[in-house]
């Protein structure tokens, strides 16, 4: 059942009776530890990302400052969505993986409140895909950025939720 | 030639010469006017698609909601990325359409400035589409935000850029 | 007897003995569940208004624009307050009403949290009429938003506040 | 005639033809020196008002703390108000009146670009406000926030309007 | 023993096996309430410091201006620092004490949280003293900040810590 | 001469006639191309200074963190000091150095504008420097930062100013 199970019936939780965009009440719900892991991938032309994998130094700047995008863009969810409560973060990781064709990039949030953690997970990848963008532009402006979803999620009414094998 | 020609041969702009990241000085560039429009999609299961389309209300809050979230994004771009420089922008416009299996967004934006304005553009994207999922997200855990990229580009010493139609 | 009871002897709370402004401490306040309403009015010429309640996408819009803005408004209370606490909100809405002479503005937030909520709630209405007066003052720079006041109250040791009728 | 003319035929110029709030395109206009001066008032209990009146050091921070925040928070202007669009402020200017039955308060900005200052003096007299409220309502619960205005505004197409004296 | 007493054996407690930056988890960690307390001094050439300090309302105006900075930055310190976790601050004071060759800056931040508050002290009393620099640079442009340095911690595991006289 | 040499004769130029605070008006001043050069130091323990220099990654990681919480900082600049004006940074680069007993670090801004850039770069270096703080802080505690200072400065009236060898 969801963790906003009055959805199923009513609809959009975030909208009211009559329509209107509101910050949905959470003060009824029970402080549970939550955990959320979120996935993106950037997709970014060989060349460049070697430029990225070789030397030590470089690749060590660029992610890095991926990572750090990504975890400060998490601390700024509840500025950039308008309907997300502020939620006191316990932790956030951000993981880069160099592979064949792009990088794959992962971020786990934890948190004890009254609402989930995923928007604060899917908006760390989000940011460092960005930062990634940005960093690589100038050799590449063919990059995409994709498969920004959401891959694990536990805590609250709603309990484990693990992304299908194959969604 | 790129906006940044002179990465074609040393590779990284943003990082210096230690490969240690730096924003880079465009005090050289000419103010020149600007615009890039950035895509992105988002996959809705049909059903929580059908609530968003259909009734007039609804519909309003739901897409008017992250339309404005695009907008103020593209204002915080260079909060959000590290290494961007911050830009006056005189206009920003976001575009929702429903489509099949979810949202195509888009976002132009407009500048008179020193340096390109794609990364408010993409960010305006992202943030719309983060929204559009914090909204659905009681109802369908298994959307995908995908194909955030550059759809077009002009101003700056590097010309026009259109996204190839086979991208 | 006051939320901040000490101040009926002491004077303004928000300074210290020698009379310099600081956070008041509400380490030793009791954490309750606590609920305020504000309340705004901005004057607007009736053909200006006719313009927002007519026709059903624009008026969907321009009112959802200032109710979200209202929202997001509510949760950057505290880095625009100087001595304001920062708070875990726990709901925010804003209602818009279309009266003869302008828009009525009502804002209800909640938390539960060791201090009030009021300036939340009247920093969304603050922020909603603004809003609505940047989107209509091309065609109406007369307009003028008043009556920003606090119309109830309940939580915290002072109890429930509810602004008298002839106020 | 409006500094946003097209808006005198078309409606509000913040929604495009679909009614769908955008960031209008200010990138043809002219830069010309803009400056703005808006008003509020904050209604205060008397006993109160005393206290902020008398005495030199207390004084000095109430109404220090509302200028400085009434500052701060026009430089948040774009920040706040959805569609408003990034200024470079040249100067802001808060001041502080206590008369019989409250605080008068106003602002006046400048800058030099493509468009109006409006909005920043709005928001600098009310944040200025809201400050105020913020220091006094553990004492003063009836207070109200009245008459947000703009008194004077020139530069850009529109030239020179000063609201009448009767309004 | 250290809050962070596992830092001891490991290392830098930021950083995780791979020596990538990352938010440490704090989920286990007691609740508990928790003080800190920094300092830090700005060398200011006596003709300058003469100024702030006669004179009535100019004093009350710079030194209130620095305080009300202090206090605003300490509610920004996530924002600015990457991995320092968001925290509901309690209280925050700044205490200015103007001296023979500057002005000693102090201020004491209060939690009720899952990790300390150094940074938060630490920066409110860092932007006070670029808040004081930046009013008298006109005057004086060989000041210097310094001695920035945690004076006394309380809460959570480590227990007290007061820096030691002679350090 | 100071570029603000109105100073020079009316004392503090933040202070108006009446000794309130405001933001100067640089709207008649010079556009021109301007930068400036800050210096800070902190000391950190021998032992935890070994850790971050040996090591390549880990060594990546934590100067890279604070080179770039140093340049978000100097974005946020006018956000945090009051009267400080925004203004469009052109680039920024943050140096680090470890020494025998601490770091040196060094930022250096520039932009075209109407008013000088010290404090970006006052900025930089503070917030490098509590980041340093904030990662090292569980192993050494008696960290001190100091030394913060205007290294150099050229644009506007000024001229150039190079601070003295000896000071």
Chains 1, 2, 3, 4, 5, 6 share one sequence.
Do not use: N
């Not at 070789?54 to 500025?79: C, F, H, N």
């Amino acid at each position: 059942m969801s963790d906003d199970a009055q959805a199923g019936s009513q609809g959009l939780t975030h909208l009211d009776a009559q329509g209107h965009a509101h910050m949905v009440d959470v003060s009824e719900k029970a402080i549970t530890r939550r955990e959320a892991v979120a996935e993106a991938f950037i997709t970014i032309a060989p060349d460049v990302l070697a430029l990225i994998a070789s030397g030590e130094t470089p690749k060590g700047d660029v992610l890095a400052t991926a990572r750090i995008a990504g975890i400060m863009g998490a601390k700024r969810t509840s500025d950039l969505i308008p309907l997300c409560h502020p939620l006191p973060l316990s932790s956030v990781k951000v993981t880069l993986d160099i592979q064949k064709s792009g990088i794959a990039i992962s971020a786990r949030a934890r948190t004890t409140g009254q609402t989930g953690i995923e928007m604060e997970a899917l908006t760390a990848v989000s940011v460092a895909a960005l930062t990634l963008y940005d960093m690589c532009k100038a050799l590449d402006r063919g990059m995409v950025i994709g498969d920004i979803r959401l891959a694990h999620k536990s805590g609250g009414r709603s309990g484990v939720y693990d992304r299908p094998a194959d969604a």
